[in-house]
């Protein structure tokens, strides 16, 4: 079965510093996806960041980065520089490629103080 | 480029009364669709997903229902509203089976029951 454990309910960070949010994995897929999305209190679920589970290097996508793990099952948002508008939800998820789902994390909550 | 839409944005319900939320997507044929509920402050739930005109997978039961009368349009609905199915759904889509393809959501619809 596939797991996604973001232990992090919510998190401070300083304008201007950067932070990271973690998120462990599970699955015996060897292959599959990683994914971070940004949930403002519109509701819209933003996309963020994708890592494939072959990936050699690790994705990013300007202030974003993903710290991957393989071996510890770990897909960790980095995000640098922070901003007053990366206030939001953080939602780590997955899939893989023998199914069609996509299996979230319960999110961690982001506040970035003036 | 792919959209996807999903409406109404915002309803208020009775409890008993029958819902209907559609979604849409437009740029892409034969896409995965899928339903998900948030509760206030909570992770995301599956409720369903399909790869095709009426093949609907249910993830949990209870009194919703889903349905896919074309090939990029979802379909939401109860025939009788209970009290715990307000919340915030999402309609989402992805490509067909593979690790890698992001998913990509709609703008939500909050739904409050009373």
């Known amino acids: 079965a596939q797991k996604i454990t973001q232990t992090q309910p919510g998190m401070f960070v300083q304008e201007k510093e950067a932070v990271t949010l973690d998120c462990t994995y599970d699955?015996?897929?060897?292959?599959?996806?990683l994914f971070w999305y940004k949930q403002p209190s519109s509701g819209e679920m933003i996309f963020l960041i994708y890592q494939g589970s072959y990936d050699q290097q690790n994705a990013t996508e300007g202030r974003y980065s993903l710290n991957f793990q393989k071996a510890r099952k770990s897909a960790n948002l980095v995000i640098s520089a922070s901003q007053l508008g990366d206030s939001a939800m953080y939602f780590c998820a997955m899939n893989v490629n023998t199914g069609n789902q996509f299996y979230f994390g319960t999110g961690t909550s982001l506040t970035v103080i003036p | 480029s792919q959209t996807i839409h999903q409406w109404p944005a915002t309803l208020v319900q009775p409890v008993g009364s029958p819902l209907s939320l559609e979604c849409t997507v437009e740029g892409t044929s034969n896409p995965n669709l899928y339903w998900y509920r948030q509760a206030a402050g909570r992770g995301l739930q599956l409720l369903f997903y399909s790869v095709g005109i009426g093949q609907i997978s249910s993830e949990v039961p209870q009194n919703l229902s889903a349905s896919r009368p074309q090939d990029r349009q979802f379909i939401l609905s109860s025939k009788k509203l209970l009290l715990s199915d307000s919340g915030f759904y999402l309609c989402?889509?992805?490509?067909?089976?593979?690790?890698?393809?992001?998913?990509?959501f709609g703008e939500g619809s909050w739904l409050t029951v009373v």
């Open positions: 989402a889509w992805s490509r067909p089976k593979s690790s890698g393809n992001t998913i990509y």
């Open positions: 699955t015996s897929d060897p292959s599959y996806g």
